[in-house]
């Protein structure tokens, strides 16, 4: 059974760090694409931002441009995600969910997600 599993969110002041964890089972991810989405209430599912993993390095690494310059995407291997989120803002605040797609447009039907984890930033 395929679960993708997040960590890291929490509660932080606007202009700190966190940093959000992703560990994927069930089955190898190498030839996937993975990355991350947010949702805030009341609001449309957005991309955060998404990486292909070519082996040894990442062959590329996409982000929103709303946080362009503030967000990290790393691959530490086929599994695992991570987002490393700095100069946080309030609108920043959001259910991540880290995704695994062999679709590069994430389409739902090729898609498995994870259960999401709340990050709140205060300002």
């Known amino acids: 059974q395929v679960q993708l599993v997040e960590s890291g969110g929490g509660l932080v002041q606007a202009g700190n760090s966190l940093r959000l964890s992703c560990a994927a089972s069930g089955r190898t991810f190498s030839t996937y694409v993975m990355g991350w989405f947010r949702r805030d209430p009341g609001k449309e599912r957005e991309f955060v931002a998404a990486t292909k993993w070519a082996g040894s390095y990442i062959y590329y690494a996409d982000y929103a441009d709303s946080v362009k310059g503030r967000f990290t995407i790393s691959r530490d291997n086929a599994n695992m995600v991570s987002l490393q989120m700095n100069s946080l803002k309030p609108e920043d605040t959001a259910v991540y969910y880290c995704?695994?797609?062999?679709?590069?447009?994430?389409?739902?039907?090729?898609?498995?997600w994870g259960q999401g984890t709340q990050v709140t930033v205060s300002s």
């Open positions: 995704a695994a797609s062999s679709s590069a447009a994430f389409q739902e039907e090729n898609t498995y």
